[in-house]
């Protein structure tokens, strides 16, 4: 039972290039996030999938995309880099009624 | 005005003293509460949640909830070098989502 995985751990862009970050969770869990985490921030919610199939915008979905690929998989997709978009990217999933949220172990991505 | 507000720090403790973290929230209808840990360059970790107003024990560790106030404490008793990271805050608002406050740094001294 790995949880929730994350690929790749590290990431280098240049401005305008394009990437997916993928995730993956083996919990059986309905809902999926994916968030940003900046230095004094917090995590910030950019996207969610409350259920397989559906998705919706969190609080700084500009610049990103997502893909509910299956339930087990939750892609998040970066068309045109910008170096403000550098920041460690969290995925989570949940399946309880309490909406604990089991986290990924983020990827590290530095825009230049 | 931030929907979890928690104050940023350090907090520095000395080891065996009580560590106490505040959260407080401003959705009154808000109805689970968590408190994460997260060590440096790793991903945010549950400790503790609670739902109900009063305390919870789990260990070293007593989550407080007072709903009429609208805030959330975690108290880290006999405090250890151990527990030295950032701790979040994070409340249920709405639709499945947590909302995470900014976390708070806390280092114990040896």
């Known amino acids: 039972n790995a949880g929730v995985t994350q690929t790749p751990k590290f990431q280098v ?100 | 005005q931030k929907e979890v507000e928690q104050n940023s720090g350090p907090l520095s403790v000395p080891e065996g003293a009580i560590a106490s973290l505040n959260c407080t929230y401003s959705d009154r209808g808000s109805q689970s509460f968590f408190w994460y840990r997260q060590y440096s360059g790793k991903s945010p970790e549950l400790i503790m949640f609670i739902y109900s107003n009063g305390d919870k024990e789990d260990g070293r560790f007593t989550a407080q909830l007072n709903k009429a106030s609208q805030y959330v404490s975690l108290l880290i008793r006999d405090s250890q070098p151990s527990d030295s990271a950032t701790y979040l805050c994070a409340v249920r608002s709405s639709a499945r989502q947590l909302t995470f406050g900014s976390g708070t740094q806390l280092t114990v001294l040896p």
């Open chain 1, 13 to 112: 862009l240049k401005t305008g290039q394009s990437m997916t970050l993928q995730c993956a969770q083996d919990m059986n869990h309905n809902s999926m996030y994916w968030y940003r985490q900046d230095p004094g921030m917090g995590l910030r919610l950019i996207y969610y999938s409350a259920s397989e199939g559906t998705t919706d915008k969190g609080e700084v979905p500009n610049g990103y995309n997502v893909s509910r690929l299956n339930k087990r998989e939750f892609s998040l997709r970066l068309e045109s880099a910008a170096p403000s978009q550098t920041s460690v990217y969290f995925c989570a999933s949940t399946g309880g009624g309490l909406n604990e949220q089991f986290f990924g172990p983020g990827t590290r991505l530095t825009v230049l």
